[in-house]
């Protein structure tokens, strides 16, 4: 328990840290290596060799240009590098079809897609929400991601030690409890209040949020519920698919963690969901 909690307030340090570099390419950069490391421990728990490592080297380019396109003069690649990228697949399928089990190749790109969407979902804000018209709500809606992801995550693990009896998904993940996932939706709810009203509270002088009225906050906290629900999916996906493959953890980066996607699991679905609602919702109706 002391190693967890250590290496989450380093975690929470590192983040900090980055943040200060949030409108630069460093940000990019940062979780594009952070990108190929979690696409490493998923080209590692499908079990492929040494001898397939060439697999794993073609995502990288790939995954380089997609985190950084939300530059112009890299956006234009990203179509032709997308298609050179299935054909690298295609070839490498064709080349070693006495090797290279499909099914696993195709395992890696769909898990690797989802990992790719979800980190870009965070880099997207930067585009979505630039600071000379929106300030610093980019870093708010990334932080609160976060928030309903790891809120959740926390509540479900103490609630369900303490609590825990009605186990959710015993064939998948068997520490998991209903009453867990209860305390995880709680925690969601009211993680991301709390990050909503220090945020408003600090920027309540700013255009944007001078005037926003308390249906915004009860409307963030409900929201929590949907994002706790994601969160969990997201971590019993990579459950099913540690099981399939026999493995732990996917990693050891993070001491008492696991890898990166032990830790980013329940981030994969919520980051979309959250972005979405950003263009689709907050700036039309909330505020």
Known sequence: MKQRVLTAVIGIA??????LFFDTPVFNLVFALVCVVAVHEIFNAFQFGKSHLYLFIGFIPFILLFMLSDYMSVRA????????FVLFLAVCVILSSQSLNFAK???MAVFSAIVVFCFYSLIHLKSLLPRAEYGYDAVYFLILILGYAWGGDTFAYLVGRALGKHKLAPKVSPNKTVE??????VGSMLVGLLISLAYITIWRDSQTWAGVSNIYYLW??????????????????????KRQCEIKDYGTIFPGHGGILDRFDSVMFVAPLVVIAVRVVFYFYLV
């Open 14 to 19: 590192a983040l900090a840290l980055l943040l």
């Open 77 to 84: 690649w990203i179509w032709p590098a997308g298609y050179l």
């Open 105 to 107: 190749v195709s395992g």
């Open 180 to 185: 867990g996932a209860v305390g995880g939706v």
């Open 220 to 241: 963030i906290t409900l929201f929590g519920i949907p994002a706790s629900i994601l969160g969990m999916l997201g971590d019993l996906f990579a459950s099913a698919v």
